[in-house]
């Protein structure tokens, strides 16, 4: 009966046992570096963490990732250990209890399921946040808020991703769909820039949306930006302050997430297997992101590039007042402009493009259509650096030059489609 009245519980509920389906059959190699980063801070504490070489390494030396991420591995890590004692203590204590499940909770694959449930319970978060903002840019219509949620629930581009591969991209997006939310439609000036904070302690890929949040911020709240401003760096610097160990204690939040959370990220190449502009212009070679085309380093090339359509976007922005599902088209855009032309850019970044589109492909049925395609292209280019599971033909096609030159041009033509789109929008629109 409760269903009954309410069909987005049935979906969200849909959605979750999809991702709890999915959730131990594989991990990807990242998330032994999660586990590593979890249980070095459990086990050795926070204090000197982004100091301490971690106690495994897998990919990187030192922790890369920032605070709220490491404090949700911590958080995955407690919640693990305390089930498996419990399982544990059961088994001892009652001899009917199924000993298979200690075996069960000793098993790699479970421990990294526990890993994967902030990005599980992001995704749903992304979804409700989506439902909220269809509430009120559509309210007549009553369908849409069932669309928006599915776009997400039931998008491959997001399940795998979280409950399958086990990355984390879906927590900041989580926080940066949030924040954009209370700045379109709430008077409350503090709250905004906490949440948007938040996302860039989840993870630093967030970092592209400053200039369009900072801008939109201003506009609304005017010299409340200065105090926006002031809490953001509150928040920053407390999130930090556990992980002190020795230093200039004011600018070590500062000069650590620069120097070890931005700075180490990827690998220093000028597109680390992306389908995005370097990767048509390297063809999968690793060329570093540091050597020069024309005279101009890489790495400042697509600074320019990036740099170009962004203050491009903005300034239409500035210029014409646009309707909240055409300011979060805007949004969507600069990030896809950051994940075709920035260097180092991993194909896990443009999740966070397509959350930003849903609003408007509900409005426009050609928009829909390429909202689906960008899914669809967005989830080969995950299964292009992670085949799980493996498909010999599947594998085969995604790893074809032709196919992969094809579905880069693709992704280019769609965004410079939505780009014209944008252009041509009028005021209100």
Known sequence: MVFKKHPLLILFSLGLILRLCLIFLDFSFDV???????????????????????????????????????????????LY????????????????????????????????????????????????????????????????????????????????????????EAISIFFLLLSFYFLLFSKKAVVVPILFTLALLSKQSAIVFVPVFLLLYFLKFKMNVVKGVLISLIIFWISFFPFYKSGDILLFPFTTYFKRVLGASGLPFISNHAFNFWALISQWKNIPDTIYLLGVRYQFWGYL??????????????????????????????????????????????????????????????????????????????????????????????????VVNFFIVTFLGLFFYLFRYYFNRRSRA
Not at 131 to 151: C, E, G, I
Request: glycine share 4%.
């Open 32 to 78: 032994n570096s999660f586990i590593t980063w979890g249980r070095d801070a459990f086990v050795l504490g926070f204090r000197g963490f982004y100091e301490r070489p971690s106690s495994a390494v897998f990919a990187n030396v030192y922790p890369n990732y920032p605070p709220l991420a490491v404090y949700l591995f911590y958080l995955s890590h407690g």
């Open 305 to 402: 590039l990036t740099g170009f359509f962004i203050v491009f976007i903005l300034k239409i922005l500035v210029k014409r007042k646009f309707s909240s599902s055409n300011i979060l088209l805007a949004i969507g855009l600069t990030a896809f402009a950051a994940f075709l032309f920035l260097t180092k850019i991993h194909e896990r970044h443009f999740e966070q493009v397509l959350p930003f589109l849903i609003p408007a492909a509900l409005q426009d049925k050609h928009i829909m259509k390429v909202f689906v395609a960008l899914s669809f292209v967005h989830f080969l280019n995950l299964y292009h650096n992670w085949p799980v599971p493996k498909v010999d033909v599947l594998i085969s096609f995604v790893h074809n030059p032709l």
């Open 81 to 168: 250990t305390l089930v498996k004692t419990l399982v544990w203590q059961l088994n001892v204590s009652f001899p009917v209890f199924p000993s298979q499940l200690v075996f069960f909770f000793d098993a790699r694959s479970t421990l990294a399921a526990f890993y994967k449930l902030p990005s599980i319970f992001s995704d749903l978060g992304i979804a409700f946040t989506l439902v909220l903002f269809v509430r009120k840019l559509f309210p007549k219509k009553k369908s849409y808020s069932m669309l928006a949620a599915s776009l997400v629930l039931f998008n491959p581009a997001f399940f795998y991703n979280s409950a399958y591969w086990g990355q984390t």
